[in-house]
């Protein structure tokens, strides 16, 4: 069981948004800054969004994240087939010394 | 290209060890923070454990449930990261992933991030 909680799937049909969340806790959402990775099996991973929410260049402006306590959520407004993925959220843990991931989410555009 | 490319996955049996290999181009290895992730199957993303810059003292940390038996060196002349598997048991079956820290100014790593990530390694750990 993962520390950080997330649903284990969304799906929304093409040009909807979709938004995955991301629950965690006091010494880790609710003290550092989250990272969301997003996941194609059998290719590199790739981050979207760190600081909460900055996009690293080439990632569009489709992909929002952002952080409130110790949640965090990320929204993917303008859904394209490829955006079908396995996401993940991720940050520090204080407790544990470590970086600590969400379960994952699986998006499935309809 | 900017990438890095791991290498060295394999079947092996339990108790034995193994050495992974990550290969970066493109970029000066010596720049940057370098850590290890794995998948299991069928589950998520899990961090194995990162090596500091050699400017930082090139130190290590490692994740509870490898702690005491994996360790992780660079050789930046080369290029190259190393994960050393030792007493390999069956929860570590994984594909391996390295992964490059993107803002090595950051001195705590709460603040770092990993923004460039390789396919991964197949491990396979069974009799």
């Known amino acids: 069981q993962s520390v950080l909680t997330q649903p284990p799937s969304v799906s929304g049909a093409p040009g909807q948004t979709v938004t995955i969340s991301c629950s965690g806790g006091?010494?880790?959402?609710?003290?550092?800054?989250v990272k969301w990775v997003q996941h194609l099996p059998g290719t590199a991973p790739r981050l979207l969004a760190y600081?909460?929410?900055v996009r690293p260049s080439g990632v569009p402006a489709r992909f929002s994240g952002s952080k409130s306590g110790t949640s965090a959520s990320l929204a993917i407004s303008g859904l394209q087939s490829e955006d079908e993925a396995d996401y993940y959220c991720?940050?520090?843990?204080?407790?544990?010394?470590?970086?600590?991931f969400g379960g994952g989410t699986r998006l499935t555009v309809l | 290209e900017v990438q890095v490319v791991e290498a060295g996955g394999d079947l092996v049996q339990p108790g034995r060890s193994l050495r992974l290999s990550c290969t970066a181009s493109?970029?000066?290895?010596?720049?940057?923070?370098m850590s290890w992730f794995r998948q299991a199957p069928g589950k998520g993303l899990e961090w194995v454990g990162f090596?500091?810059?050699?400017?930082?003292?090139?130190?290590?940390q490692l994740a509870a449930s490898v702690r005491g038996r994996f360790s992780i060196s660079r050789v930046d002349s080369s290029g190259v990261v190393y994960l050393q598997m030792d007493r390999l048991k069956s929860e570590d079956t994984a594909v391996y992933f390295c992964?490059?820290?993107?803002?090595?100014?950051?001195?705590?790593?709460?603040?770092?991030?990993?923004?460039?990530w390789g396919r991964g390694t197949l491990v396979t750990v069974s009799s």
């Open positions: 090596i500091r810059r050699r400017a930082f003292g090139g130190t290590t």
């Open positions: 992964a490059r820290e993107g803002d090595s100014a950051a001195i705590s790593p709460a603040d770092w991030y990993f923004d460039l």
């Open positions: 006091g010494s880790n959402i609710g003290s550092h800054a």
């Open positions: 991720a940050a520090w843990d204080d407790s544990l010394n470590g970086w600590i």
């Open positions: 600081y909460n929410g």
């Open positions: 493109g970029f000066t290895l010596s720049h940057h923070i």
